[in-house]
């Protein structure tokens, strides 16, 4: 059940995940339904938590991890910036539903946002040779700013929406990294 309403919410209108949609394209029954989740508002209390332990969390770990492997700060820039600006568009059907509607712990949100800015941290301390700025807490929390907002663009536009003309998502990822690069390089 939760497949096929992540399957209809990828479909762009979250209006599509009733649960008469879901029963059928799951061919689960009501009563499964309504033992497993109680609600239509249940269901999407099923699936942010799904969204962001088994995509988000993963996707975003496994990115860092690739990240922290690149030899030079520019590439764990670019590694790190591909991972997060991707699954953003990849998900944005997802990701605008629940910006849309939060229900996430504030609390929650702190602790994401301090695993993001501590394994920026980490890619910074590996490439210190490389950084101009002296205080790299404060360096990788701006860093992880300008991550967000590219993220938030991205999850909510596409790419040439942004300005009107045509322009890649991988023309983001490389303008995200040379800027992020360009602020900590340069003093």
């Known amino acids: 059940m939760l497949d096929a309403a992540e399957r ?4 762009g209108d ?9 029963v059928k394209l799951s061919g689960a029954s009501t009563g499964s339904f309504y033992a497993r989740f109680g609600s239509v508002e249940g269901l999407f209390e099923a699936l942010k938590v799904r969204y962001r332990e088994a995509i988000y969390q993963t996707t975003i770990v496994e990115g860092l991890e690739k990240a922290l492997q690149e030899p030079d700060l520019r590439g764990s820039l670019h590694q790190g910036f591909k991972v997060v600006i991707e699954l953003a568009h ?6 605008s539903y629940f910006i849309a509607h ?5 609390a929650e949100q702190l602790e994401q946002r301090k695993f993001i800015v501590g ?15 002296k205080d790299l807490r404060r360096a990788s929390e701006n860093i992880s700013r300008i991550a967000y ?3 938030m663009q991205v999850a909510l536009q596409e790419p040439s929406e942004f300005m009107g003309r ?3 998502l991988s023309s983001v990822i490389d303008i995200t990294t ?9 003093e």
């Not at 209809?8 to 479909?11: D, Q």
């Not at 990849?90 to 990701?95: D, F, G, L, P, Q």
């Not at 394994?119 to 700025?133: N, P, W, Y």
């Open 8 to 11: 209809l919410l990828k479909g």
């Open 14 to 22: 979250s209006r599509q995940v009733t649960l008469e949609n879901v």
């Open 90 to 95: 990849r998900e944005r059907n997802a990701i």
């Open 102 to 106: 939060p229900a996430i712990d504030r």
């Open 119 to 133: 394994s920026m941290h980490k890619i910074l301390q590996q490439h210190r040779g490389e950084v101009a700025r």
């Open 149 to 151: 907002a590219v993220w």
């Open 166 to 168: 045509k322009t890649s």
């Open 178 to 186: 040379e800027m992020a690069y360009a602020y900590l390089t340069t």
